[in-house]
């Protein structure tokens, strides 16, 4: 059995239906609350439900777990409740590390690009402690999930105990389907689909930095098929440990991005320019891209989705269903 924490969510769904389709026995620890997420798992088959506070009563009595794959967090980068974000981002993934360590059970946690900050120490995912003490997260989502990083490299240099396989992933940008119940954190490539089939123009955040025109913000944007396979190849390698980076390994624009909405609607590009939310000033990201080297050393050969390919793909999905 597989337990994966923010099951119902967007990337944990996608991991859910993906070894629900292998057969696998999957537990789900999430909060359904009344909203939407139950019908991300629609298609799955799962072994139940459990509320995250009631996480730990569960895990005492648990079955002999294959893996936890820990997804569950606090996601919103502009969120301010700083005790909320350490319990729920911090502190639970530090006790699901000790529970792996002394069960002897494989620990697959979400880290973040956010993690990187504004990037100007790069985009390598190395775990020296050393090197990850230079990055400066700029809200404090992504501070949390450096701060688990962080731990997590010290624990390694103390020769502290450790699951037998563990995992952090720097998820980059993600898109794709079952992302609706994230509102404003869903990605770009909803948004702009949502203005666009709504009959209005794209708009996208003007540039106030010198380097970047209009449009010409960098990202590092990935399919969320592209993450669920790197999940399962590190599942089916448990000899591989490690924190990677996921993403294509090559950063594209916003503006490429919304010309391929546009393209996969068959329709000509009508892209406005707005001012960027006060919220956002001094915490925007204006390059990322994930430097694939150690995943792809380790034996993940899957290749990236295009763009254009992945949003075509997205598109002709939430066209066809009624989840967006």
Not at 158 to 167: D, F, I, K, M, R
Request: aromatic share 10%; charged share 20%; hydrophobic share 40%.
């Amino acid at each position: 059995m597989f337990l994966i924490t923010g099951g119902a969510g967007f990337i944990g769904s996608n991991l859910v239906a993906a070894l629900s389709a292998r057969g696998e026995e999957v537990m789900v620890s999430d909060r359904l609350r009344d909203g939407p997420k139950w019908r991300n798992l629609r298609g799955s088959v799962i072994a139940g439900i459990v509320p995250p506070a009631d996480l730990p009563r569960w895990l005492d009595g648990a079955p002999k777990l294959q893996a936890i794959i820990h997804l569950g967090a606090v996601s919103a980068t502009t969120v301010t409740d700083g005790d909320l974000v350490a319990d729920s981002n911090l502190n639970l993934t530090l006790s699901l590390w000790d529970w792996c360590a002394r069960n002897e059970t494989r620990l697959i946690y979400a880290s973040s690009a956010a993690t990187y900050g504004s990037g100007d120490q790069g985009f390598d995912d190395n775990a020296d402690p050393h090197a990850l003490s230079r990055l400066r997260p700029l809200n404090l989502y992504g501070w949390s999930k450096h701060a688990t990083d962080r731990r997590i490299a010290q624990i390694l240099a103390l020769n502290g105990t450790a699951p037998p396989q563990w995992a952090g992933l720097k998820f980059f940008n993600v898109y794709g389907p079952h992302e609706a119940h994230k509102g404003r954190m869903a990605s770009v490539v909803l948004h702009k689909w949502r203005q666009i089939a709504a009959g209005e123009p794209a708009t996208l955040f003007a540039s106030d930095h010198p380097d970047y025109a209009d449009g010409g913000q960098l990202r590092d944007f990935v399919h969320v098929d592209d993450c669920v396979n790197a999940m399962l190849f590190l599942l089916d390698h448990p000899e591989v440990s490690g924190l990677f980076n996921v993403g294509s390994g090559r950063a594209r624009s916003f503006a490429d991005l919304a010309r391929a909405i546009y393209a996969a609607r068959q329709q000509p590009p009508d892209i406005r320019y707005v001012s960027m939310p006060d919220d956002l000033r001094g915490k925007y990201q204006y390059f990322t891209e994930a430097r694939m080297d150690r995943l792809r050393t380790a034996g993940f050969a899957h290749p990236p989705t295009e763009l254009e390919a992945g949003v075509a793909s997205y598109v002709r999905w939430l066209e066809a269903n009624q989840e967006a």
